[in-house]
RNA sequence: ACCGAAGUGGCGGAACUGGUAGACGCGCUGGACUCAAAAUCCAGUGAACCUAAAAUUCGUGAGGGUUCGAGUCCCUCCUUCGGUACCA
């Protein structure tokens, strides 16, 4: 009997709808399992096949977990807002409302043809005005809170201006951008413009001055994505640093929390160290350099204070505010020219060429705190404003970037740290003596920063401290596609926050997106919006795409709630995320951005957890192959091209060429496996680039062959390998494809997607189906008693699956059902009490021809109600087992022996063996180590 | 450049805490069925040596080390992928 797939499929689907199958209800009698998938973004080519890779696997454990009895919460929504609806719209003026409705919709319908579980009632979107409503009101909540350090953490806004009123600064712990020193009655004095900026340097979301790449031609900000040497990667015009007011949100007030409560999650140990480094926090200290013929100091910042002796220079960024005082007239022309060129430098570019470094003097000179030597000060771009203090003192004897740099413009190099004790130690190893460091000679490095730190701070020279390389979190994005900031401007242009009864700020209609001026969001044109309280402008900034996706996991417990973003009975039943499962492109930012909005709702006391994701996965990728043409450069505008194959580039310069993609679908295979395009191919090809009557040549080696340049990269519209599952299930079925995405490797590896393979997996479902059929067509179940044999094929099966299944190992899984099928087959085993248990194993990975199979059993309901199997041990003992013997651990033999064969006569009957013997012959034996049920290992 | 991960047959991969390398599947080869093909079933399939069998040797990106024993642990290096704060 032939399976069909597609009439299976529809009649569940419909089945499972109309039964509210996968109704989610928090059900006090049962324990609760939260198992999260990726918020995915909705872009326009649709889901590929990499995306259900983690909904696969996270829809196998929700499924089992039913079974076994948990009320399982595995929701699905969309991450609605985005910069790619945004140019959408300004390409083609369709609005990105639109737009992104239109791929949900598409998103959806994938998922469901795959057979997810989701309650789809449960779904949200970032950019329906009910679920931003609440990334609004939390928006609120931080811009009315700052950071008390005295009891750790989130205090109303409120507190603070109390203790002003009363006590001035005297007494208060708090985070904030500026350092303030006031009492009560100078705080009753100042304006209420001056009062609302020192507030505002407390706040948890506050203002600040940033720097966006800004592109005049484009007249728009442009992602750091979009920017490519410098230029914009569309057009490729000039792109520069500007300075801008932004909002800002202060995560470094919970940057020790955030590293401590690293330790209680069940994550893997590679992404806490990604974390762990991007909180970095470092113990140095903050040192001042005075400047000669000036009376400003420059504070510098270095985690290695016991390297002081040998700073022989000082480097600034080249943003650094104190460069125009420090700038001499004879360099002011070299300095400016060398700003200008790293206005257009990303921070990547300027931290990578380290084998290049460049800079340039500024023709002053500061003095050194304890030598007093004079030493020359230098601005270079390997120096980052926003890192510390924007200024290091250089240390070319111990810091390779500052070696390379002092190298290069011939500085001095001192050297202060003794390491001959330590061969193998790199330069900037915390090992070995100090040496020409005055005080600090013959102490170890540990010792010596100890004690130049108590020099410094007795001298007043500068402060030891606790330094955090991550930064406040930018929350400004000049875009129209994102939640509108609840925010209004006087015309002093003191910002006030609306309150939470104007919530939502609904984002205005506008017909036609187009850049805003001078920087500012398309939102700006909305004047009708920007203008709608009188006295007052709003914001027109708008909040970025991780404002939406920091908190939707809890929104998913209460999804329709008008009251509060979540219930407190509902919040306190899911708790936290037992198991969350995303790629690793997500490491580190929207983890970092959703458990720090997590703890300060945790503050707050409206959630009771400290993390939102108990345990987390990475998944790998799936992975695209990029196939390309060539296409000859044309030397002047207009001239004659043509397009060439791999070989005949090969032959000529390929200097002259450049590659151009090639669909996915047009692309042929040869025996050895190499990518080429046929006639129709090339002639497919060609209409698909779109008439042009000056390509019109083809070269190739051979007559009706073009090969083709193949890698394996990203599956992505730009390369035109996207690989569509609804594809893939509608020829192989919905459980073939969840089962071949499985059986393809680990979850958390990366892999190329090939589908050469899934023919064994749909063999699979193929015999397993077959295994309820008689040779005239009839389902047939016996209702023998199992065999011993059969009991064991069953049983390890089961055994092998439920660890799998908590490992998230299926790939493996996958195996053992089919060594499991395969062994039942090749006994022709049809026996109800066999092969009903094999199905409910098998009905979390394949859920449709379970489900059919159940019904044609004769069982009542849906068989993902009904309980999962576990292993009984008994039926998986063995009595005897396979040694592999070696003889100096070279495996020279197998002997089977029976379990109960003691130690002892194991060690003398080894010996005895004929295969051994011509082994050991003439040699002594030194020992003979037995792992018992494991191995034997003769040592001559 | 920095942080993290990965590298095993022709291919995807398996190998629990250091203990029989290559499970399972694809592909390939041969056979059965068939007028033929597809599908299905059976057998073989890391490399070298060999007429064959048996045996032996080599073999987990490269080089070194620890160990009775290393794909697994340590050091150095190479390649690929992810992230680096405005892609999501």
């Not at 990105?96 to 409705?101: D, E, F, G, Y």
């Not at 929207?590 to 709702?601: A, G």
Request: hydrophobic residues 35%; negative net charge; proline residues 4%.
């Amino acid at each position: 009997m032939e399976f069909n797939h597609h009439e299976v499929e529809s009649k569940w689907k419909k089945y499972w709808a109309e039964n509210d199958t996968y109704k989610v209800i928090e059900d006090p009698l049962k324990p609760k399992f939260y198992v999260l998938d990726m918020f995915p973004y909705p872009s326009g080519a649709g889901l590929h096949v990499g995306h259900p890779l983690g909904y696969i696997a996270s829809d196998i454990i929700a499924r089992s977990k039913n079974m076994k009895g948990f009320s399982v919460l595995h929701p699905m929504g969309f991450d609605a807002f985005g910069l790619p609806a945004e140019q959408y719209a300004m390409q083609t003026g369709q609005h990105p409302s639109i737009s992104t409705h239109a791929n949900i919709e598409t998103y959806k319908k994938q998922l469901d043809n795959i057979g997810f579980n989701y309650d789809w009632s449960r779904e949200v979107r970032t950019c329906t005005a009910d679920y931003y409503k609440w990334t609004q009101w939390i928006f609120l909540k931080l811009f009315n809170h700052y950071y008390c350090k005295s009891s750790d953490k989130a205090k109303p806004i409120a507190e603070l201006i109390n203790h002003f009123e009363a006590f001035g600064t005297d007494g208060l712990h708090a985070k904030s951008s500026e350092i303030y020193h006031f009492n009560a009655i100078e705080w009753s004095r100042f304006s209420e413009k001056e009062k609302q900026e020192i507030v505002m340097s407390f706040r948890l979301a506050y203002r600040k001055k940033g720097f966006v790449n800004w592109c005049e031609a484009l007249g728009t900000v442009l992602a750091n994505d979009e920017v490519k040497d410098g230029v914009s990667e569309r057009g490729g015009h000039p792109v520069e640093k500007k300075p801008m007011m932004q909002w800002v949100l202060r995560i470094t007030a919970y940057a020790d929390r955030l590293l401590e409560s690293l330790h209680h999650l069940e994550w893997s140990d590679s992404l806490k160290i990604m974390q762990q480094n991007w909180i970095g926090k470092s113990k140095g200290a903050h040192v001042n350099f005075e400047i000669e013929q000036a009376s400003e100091f420059i504070e510098i910042y270095t985690t290695r204070p016991d390297t002081i002796f040998g700073a022989t220079f000082l480097v600034l960024a080249p943003e650094h505010p104190l460069l125009e005082q420090i700038i001499t007239i004879d360099q002011s022309a070299t300095v400016s020219e060398y700003i200008e060129y790293t206005k257009k430098r990303t921070e990547r570019e300027r931290q990578s060429e380290s084998k290049q470094v460049s800079g340039v003097f500024t023709g002053s000179y500061a003095i050194h705190p304890f030598t007093k030597k004079r030493i020359p000060i230098w601005i270079a771009e390997y120096v980052l404003i926003d890192y510390g203090t924007g200024a290091i003192m250089a240390v070319p004897s111990n810091d390779t970037r500052d070696r390379v740099f002092a190298e290069k413009f011939g500085l001095d190099i001192i050297p202060v740290v003794d390491q001959s004790k330590y061969p193998n130690s790199g330069i900037e190893e915390k090992l070995g003596q100090m040496i020409n460091s005055d005080f600090l000679n013959g102490l170890e490095v540990v010792d010596a920063i100890e004690k130049i730190l108590g020099e410094i701070e007795k001298q007043n020279i500068g402060k030891a401290e606790v330094q955090f390389k991550m930064r406040d979190a930018n929350f400004s994005r000049q875009r129209y596609w994102g939640e509108p900031f609840p925010i209004i401007y006087t015309s002093d242009d003191i910002p006030v926050a609306l309150t939470e009864e104007d919530l939502p700020v609904e984002t205005p209609w506008i017909d036609s997106i187009q850049a805003g001026i001078q920087g500012q969001s398309p939102l700006v044109h909305a004047t009708e919006w920007v203008n709608a309280i009188p006295d007052f402008t709003r914001e027109t900034d708008t909040m970025p795409g991780y404002a939406g996706s920091s908190w939707y996991f809890l929104r998913y417990m209460d999804p329709h709630n008008s009251n509060a973003f979540a219930a407190k009975d509902k919040l306190d039943y899911w708790k936290e995320v037992d198991l969350y499962i995303g790629g690793t492109e997500h490491a580190v930012g929207h983890l970092m951005y959703s458990r720090f909005w997590h703890k300060f709702l945790f503050d707050l006391g409206y959630v009771s957890t400290q993390e939102p994701f108990k345990k987390l996965v990475n998944q790998g990728m799936i992975q695209g192959e990029i196939n390309r043409l060539f296409l000859k450069k044309r030397k002047s505008e207009g001239e004659r091209t043509e397009y060439a194959d791999l070989n005949y580039v090969k032959e000529q310069n390929p200097e002259d060429y450049a590659a151009v993609e090639v669909p996915l679908k047009l692309v042929k295979k040869d025996s050895n496996g190499k990518s080429y395009l046929d006639k129709d191919g090339i002639d497919a090809f060609i209409q698909f680039r779109g008439h042009d009557s000056e390509i019109n040549v083809l070269k190739s080696t051979t007559e009706d062959k073009w090969m083709l340049e193949s890698e394996i990269g990203k599956m992505s519209k730009r390369y035109h390998n996207v690989v569509n599952p609804d594809e893939v299930v509608a020829e192989y079925g919905a459980d073939c494809f969840r089962m071949y995405e499985m059986f393809l490797g680990p979850l958390e590896q990366s892999k190329p997607w090939d589908t050469k393979g899934i023919s064994g997996v749909s063999g699979f479902l193929r015999r397993y189906y077959s295994l309820f059929w008689n040779a005239k067509d009839e389902f047939i179940l016996s209702d023998e008693i199992p065999t011993k044999e059969e009991l064991k094929i069953l049983h390890t099966c089961i055994k092998k699956v439920n660890q799998d299944i908590e490992a998230l190992s299926f790939n493996t899984s996958v195996s053992a059902f089919m060594i499991c099928v395969n062994a039942l087959k090749s006994i022709n085993c049809s026996k109800r009490s066999i092969l009903i248990p094999l199905t409910q194993l098998l009905a979390p990975f394949a859920p449709f021809i379970t489900e059919e199979i159940w019904n044609l059993a004769g069982n009542k309901g849906s068989i993902q109600k009904s309980s999962y199997p576990s292993a009984i041990e008994e039926y998986l003992v063995e009595d005897s087992v396979n040694y592999p013997v070696s003889v100096n651990g070279k495996k020279r033999y197998e002997w089977n022996v029976s379990k109960s064969k003691p130690k002892s006569e194991l060690e003398t009957e080894v010996l005895e063996l004929e295969e051994i013997k011509k082994w050991i012959e003439g040699n002594e034996i030194k020992k003979i180590i037995i792992v018992p049920e494991r191995m034997i290992n003769i040592v001559l």
